[in-house]
Nanobody, 125 residues
Framework: QVQLVESGGGSVQAGGSLRLSCAAS??????MGWFRQAPGKEREGVAV????????VYADSVKDRFTISRDNAKNTVYLQMNSLKPEDTAMYYC????????????????????WGQGTQVTVSS
């Protein structure tokens, strides 16, 4: 019923760019975003977007390099990643929530109910 499908991951040289896509079906969500997890690391929030009015929140580590956007007509959220660094290497997951989230809770993975399968991003030096 509820499904999130990610695409766009791959391997790229440092300084390169990738665009991730997340297509949602089965329902609508208040907040959608991207999270990432590298081996031995905690899952961390990357960027989220309010699907109704378009407000965004970014992790400090990616601000000014990544841009999250939406196409509500297609029920799709994108993550444009520029100036990629080796430390960006991780499995990237799309997530969605119907909860009312404020402050730091917006980048906390525990507050999200629905998850995609993940797409791998690898950045080499």
């Amino acid at each position: 019923q509820v499904q999130l499908v990610e695409s766009g991951g791959g391997s790229v040289q440092a300084g390169g760019s990738l665009r991730l896509s997340c297509a949602a079906s089965g329902d609508t969500y208040r907040i959608m975003g991207w999270f990432r997890q590298a081996p031995g690391k905690e899952r961390e929030g990357v960027a989220v977007i309010y699907t109704d009015y378009g407000g965004t929140v970014y992790a400090d580590s990616v601000k000014d390099r990544f841009t999250i956007s939406r196409d509500n007509a297609k029920n799709t959220v994108y993550l444009q990643m520029n100036s990629l660094k080796p430390e960006d290497t991780a499995m990237y997951y799309c997530a969605a929530s119907r909860l009312v989230l404020i402050g730091t809770a917006r980048l906390n993975s525990k507050n999200y109910n629905y998850w995609g399968q993940g797409t791998q991003v690898t950045v080499s030096s």
